[in-house]
């Protein structure tokens, strides 16, 4: 099982961007599907959440859309009204029941970079 976050890059400060992240490999289910970020020199922290609903960090609310495609495996982050403190790698992070397993594991992703200027 992989994840592969795409989607990252250079922008402005006000712009938007859109990751995504695709689940591949033998997966028989997958049940939370998470966002998080870590900025130069600081510790990971969470973003979003999508399973049953949506749930996100205070300092995004408002700003950042997550989103799930379950057909595709695919967790989407719109990102909207971008600050230069949003400037982070980030990842994706899935809770996955492998084939031929009964139990959920957790993945992550290798990770996007986004920078945003001011």
């Known amino acids: 099982v992989q994840l592969q976050a795409y989607g990252g890059g250079l922008v402005q400060a006000g712009g938007s961007l859109r990751l995504s992240c695709v689940a591949s490999g033998s997966i028989r289910s997958i049940s939370a599907m998470y966002w998080y970020r870590q900025a130069p020199g600081k510790q990971r922290d969470f973003v979003a959440r999508?399973?049953?609903?949506?749930y996100y960090a205070d300092s995004v609310k408002g700003r950042f859309t997550i989103s799930r495609d379950n057909h595709k495996n695919t967790t989407y982050l719109q990102m909207n009204s971008l600050k230069p403190e949003d400037t982070a790698v980030y990842y994706c992070?899935?809770?996955?029941?492998?084939?031929?397993?009964?139990?959920?594991?957790?993945?992550w992703g290798q990770g996007t970079l986004v920078t945003v200027s001011s």
């Open positions: 992070n899935a809770d996955i029941v492998p084939t031929g397993s009964f139990y959920y594991d957790n993945y």
């Open positions: 999508f399973n049953n609903g949506a």
